[in-house]
């Protein structure tokens, strides 16, 4: 006797889902990249008029592109840390902690970074100054 | 002689609601990526020490260029302080947050300017950095 040969079922996935698929591996991918969040520092600037108080006696920083300068002494970066500790110690009003940070147009933010890292940790308030214009008045004029 | 008047079965399509959908989803997806500051080209400067900052409703970016940016959004460094303060509104101090997202190598004569917008508005400024690598 013969027999019967089974027929063959072609199966296909379903076309009406992927749709869906692909709708359902955006919103994978989405959620996926907004829950990365920001991480970074905190920095808290004095007002102005915190920093016109008795500003002769605040320590002075000036950074230039890869140097840093502490009251006009030039400073190896690895030394600066230790000698601004000693520079603020002892000081112990808020209005005396204030560090003022000048800098040269060409510093680098990564630089301007690392030295007002060191000026928090060691117990300072960083407060920047910034060139401004100055009026000149010629006499006579 | 009576008419039978023919009646045809209008359906909307189902097949093509997925389609729908993905296209609406991608609409969507391109006008948010227009206010976030995803596709804009910087790289964080390093420290030792970070923390994880919170949500906050405005960032300041400066690009590879020099270029700021609100929210996505560019604007020219006169504009900082009025944009921020526009978005921050009214938020009670200690809610002021402003991500300040800058490219490692951008000068001072450009970083320092925004620095100063925000402080004069009030924006408490969060430095976004990476964790340095020993």
Request: hydrophobic share 40%.
């Amino acid at each position: 006797m013969r027999e019967r040969r089974r027929r063959k079922l072609m199966v296909e996935p379903p076309s009406s889902a992927t749709g869906d698929i692909a709708f359902n591996l955006i919103v994978f991918f989405l959620v996926c990249a907004s829950v990365q969040p920001d991480s970074g520092r905190q920095q808290t600037l004095p007002r102005s008029e915190q920093e016109t108080q008795e500003q002769s006696e605040n320590i002075e920083v000036q950074l230039g592109r890869n140097t840093v300068m502490l009251n006009g002494n030039i400073l190896r970066q690895q030394d600066f840390d230790t000698v601004l500790k000693r520079a603020l110690n002892g000081k112990t009003r808020q209005e005396d902690r204030v560090v003022i940070v000048k800098s040269k147009p060409d510093t680098p933010y990564h630089h301007w970074v690392v030295v007002t890292e060191m000026i928090e940790s060691a117990g300072g308030i960083v407060t920047i100054q910034t060139e401004e214009e100055q009026q000149v008045i010629v006499p006579g004029g | 002689m009576k008419i039978k008047r023919r009646t045809s079965q209008a359906d909307v399509p189902s097949m093509a609601m997925g389609d729908i959908a993905f296209n609406l989803l991608i609409f969507f997806v391109i006008l948010a990526r227009a206010q976030d500051d995803s596709h804009l080209q910087w790289q964080p400067a390093s420290a030792e020490e970070i923390n994880a900052s919170g949500t906050a409703k405005v960032a300041v970016l400066i690009d590879n260029e020099n270029k700021y940016y609100v929210n996505g959004q560019q604007v020219g460094a006169s504009q900082i302080a009025g944009e921020v303060d526009a978005l921050l509104g009214n938020t009670p101090a200690g809610e002021r947050m402003v991500l300040f997202k800058v490219h490692r190598e951008a000068q001072a004569l450009y970083f320092e300017p925004a620095i100063e917008a925000i402080s004069e508005v009030g924006g408490d400024i969060v430095h976004v950095l990476e964790q340095k690598q020993e």
